[in-house]
Each structure stands twice: as C-alpha cells, then as structure tokens.
C-alpha cells in the first residue's frame, strides 16, 4: 500500500533544511481504513546527525520504536524525555487501541518539525510541505480522525474537508466540551471516515480525564458504526 520509495518521498529532509520530515508515526500494521490523530506539525526535530534515513523511515512504522528513540534522544539534548504533547499522543493512541483500533497513525498538517507555531509560520512553504499529509490521508483513508488543537481543526478544514466548515465555526470549547463529533467525509475510494475534535493533547496525559469525556462518549456512540474496524 506505502512502498519505501512513497515513505522515502514523504520523509525526506527538504531542500535547504537540516531535519527530516516526520509523516506519521504508526501503532499496529500500516493499513487503509483504520484510525488517525492529527495534530499541526511535530516538535522534535530529527535530522541526518541523530540518525541515518533508512532507519528514521522504519520508525515511522513503529510507534514503540520511535518512542525508545525519541526518548532517548530527548535525554541526550537534556530535556524531559518525553513532551506533554508525545505523552497525550501515545496515551490517544493506546485509547483507541483499547476501542480494537488496529492501525493507529499519529499525523500533523505539516511534518515538519518546529519548536511552536510561530516558528513554523516563519518556514517556507517548500519545507513545510503540507502536501505530505494530503497524499497520506488520501492513500490511507482513515475510517477515524482525531483532530486535536484549533490550529489542526482550521487546516484541516481549509485544505481537506471545506464540506464540514459550518460546524467548525462553533468555538472550539462548545465543539470539544459538548459536540465533538463533526461529521462525515468521503474519501475519492468511497470510504466514509467521522471526523472528531479534541483539545491540544498536551492536555490528555496517559488516561485523557475528565476533559475529554465529551469524545470518549462520542467515540462509544460511534462505535456500532465502526464494527470490523481497521
């Protein structure tokens, strides 16, 4: 389905960078039709100095791999060895496992890695390369997707799914706190993927706690409809 040449392609270190770009990271076997959590861009930047790049693009693969790596790599550059942010991810990612999820990608608007927002709106659009996350979407299709953040909601909207813009108009709080579900799209193969919206997942810890009850009992509403799930 993603040969190593479209893994290769979708990772490359852009021209005139000095990091990789990070696609995905995946929980489970890579496949069409399972569950993907979207955030705007990642943090961590990894480059050709830390690792070489056919071993970078089997981490985006295994998301216990990356995580061994990444902390690892966080405690060499003496930081915490895991961000609030990572933490969130892999305990999203272990949620939806516990729901029978078997594939699993966590995924941003743009792979490429910056510190904040901020400094990536400082980055050309060549090396931000949001037509990363379009092809991945497209070629995977996703039966589920997690938007988590106001930012990945108004991206997401803008360059992939214009059709659930009137429910994204709702302020994030109300969204997330009492209707987190958007709605439905279709991919171009006929799969019909429900889209949801969370809060930043710096905020989910291990376990997502009482801010997030409103999208777990969204997610329990859905689940009949996801029966055989990927």
């Keep these: 389905m993603i040969d190593q040449a479209t893994l290769a392609s979708w990772t490359r270190t ?31 930047a990894i480059g050709p100095a830390d690792i070489p790049f056919e071993e970078y693009t089997y981490l985006m693969l295994d998301l216990d791999a990356f995580t061994a790596f990444y902390r690892e790599l966080r405690v060499k550059r003496g930081k915490g ?3 609030p942010t990572r933490t969130g991810l892999n305990g999203m990612a272990n ?3 516990a729901l029978g999820w078997r594939c699993i990608v966590d995924t941003n608007v743009s792979p490429y890695p910056t510190g904040s927002k901020e400094e990536l709106d400082q980055v050309p659009a060549r090396w931000q390369s949001r ?13 589920l997707l997690v938007l988590h ?30 209707s987190p579900r958007l709605g439905e799209i ?14 930043h997942l710096r905020f989910f810890g291990h376990h997502g706690g009482a801010r ?16 055989g799930q990927g």
């Design 14 to 44: 852009p021209e005139g960078a000095d990091r990789y770009l990070r696609p995905f990271v995946c929980r489970g076997t890579l496949e069409r039709g399972g569950a993907a959590i979207v955030g705007l861009n990642p943090a961590t």
């Design 186 to 199: 279709t991919w171009a193969g006929g799969e019909v993927c429900e889209v949801f919206v969370c809060r």
């Design 149 to 178: 953040g106001e930012d990945a909601l108004k991206d997401f909207i803008s360059g992939v799914a214009p059709q659930l813009a009137p429910r994204a108009g709702t302020p994030l709080s109300q969204l997330v706190d009492h």
């Design 131 to 143: 037509w990363v996350f379009k092809d991945l979407v497209r070629t995977l299709a996703p039966r």
């Design 212 to 227: 997030f009850s409103a999208l777990s009992e969204a997610f329990q509403l859905s689940l009949p409809r996801f029966s």
């Design 81 to 83: 060895a895991s961000s």
């Design 95 to 97: 949620w939806l496992s």
